[in-house]
Each structure stands twice: as structure tokens, then as C-alpha cells.
């Protein structure tokens, strides 16, 4: 009976996991196209799928603890080799299939992840790059509104604070 249940729970793990990649491939999409509003909204929603996934690993972990009980092993002995040894039939092929889904899966889940950060990062690089460009420019520092010659002191320090697009302070 555990066999069955533990190949329920991964079949459930596995099934989440691909919403996790749907979800990482439209997170991609937006990245992209710099709506972050929606990306706040696509991280609120791979968190609710990892806290579904971290319930069925609890699941999980209970249903192999059953299982070495039921065969007398220590909680450091039941792996995955041996629990393949351990049981017999359809369960053997089942459980193997699934397993394999889970880690190809799970294989190209780090992959778009590591591209998505690729990206944010580049995002965050080209933001920093544009605000350095911003704050050592000369915009704002030509009186271009104004008459030539008509400048007087008092007004040149007011403009002086206001040459700056952006506080390099803050």
C-alpha cells in the first residue's frame, strides 16, 4: 500500500512541477518585456505551487518512513536503489518512470531558472548603467529657456541645485 501511495505523491510532485515550468516559461515572457507588475503576480503564484509541493514532500518523507519501518531499515538505509530491490511487479516500472520524469523535469526547471536570473540580472545592469548615465549627464545644466546674458547671481545657485536630474545621494 505505501508503494502506491508514494508513487501517487511523486505523480502529484510531478504534475505541479510542470505547472512550475509553465509558470517559469511565462515569467520568462515577461521578464522580457519588463511588466513587473505581472511578475510580482507569477512569484506569488510559484510560491503557492512550492508550498503544495513542500506538503507532499512532507507526504512524501512520512510514506518512506512507513516504508523502512515496514522492512526494519534505519532512516539512512532506505535510498532509492533499495527500495526498487524491495519491492516487486508494476509498482518497480511505475515508480522508476515517474522518478525519471521528475528529475528531467526538474533538470529543465534549473535551466529556465538560471535563465530567467541570467536576465533579471542583465535588466538590473542595463537600470544601474541607465541611472549612472542619468546623473553624470548634462541634462539640465544648459539654460536653454533662458535669455543669453540675463542670468544674475541670485538665480545662479537655484539653478545650480536644480542642474541635477537625480540626487546622486540618494
Known amino acids: 500500500m505505501e508503494i502506491k501511495r508514494l508513487v501517487q505523491i511523486l505523480q502529484a510532485e510531478y504534475e505541479i512541477y510542470q505547472q512550475l515550468y509553465q509558470l517559469s516559461e511565462e515569467k520568462q515572457a515577461i ?22 509541493i513542500n506538503q507532499l514532500e512532507e507526504e512524501r518523507v512520512e510514506t518512506l518512513q512507513e516504508i523502512a519501518d515496514r522492512y526494519s531499515l534505519s532512516d539512512g538505509e532506505l535510498s ?9 511487479g508494476p509498482n518497480v516500472s511505475e515508480l522508476k518512470n515517474t522518478r525519471g520524469k521528475i528529475l528531467d523535469l526538474l533538470e529543465d526547471l534549473r535551466n529556465i531558472n538560471d535563465t530567467n536570473a541570467n536576465l533579471i540580472e542583465e535588466s538590473l545592469k542595463l537600470n544601474d548603467y541607465t541611472l549612472q548615465l542619468l546623473t553624470e549627464s548634462n541634462i539640465g545644466k544648459t539654460k536653454t529657456y533662458q535669455k543669453p546674458g540675463k542670468l544674475n547671481s541670485s538665480n545662479q545657485q537655484n539653478n545650480q541645485q536644480q542642474q541635477r536630474i537625480i540626487d546622486q545621494k540618494a
Do not use: C, G, H, M
Open 80 to 88: 532509492f536503489a533499495k527500495l526498487t530491490e524491495l519491492i516487486s
Open 31 to 52: 521578464i522580457i518585456d519588463n511588466r513587473v507588475d505581472d511578475l510580482l503576480s507569477i512569484i506569488e503564484d510559484e510560491q503557492a505551487e512550492i508550498e503544495k
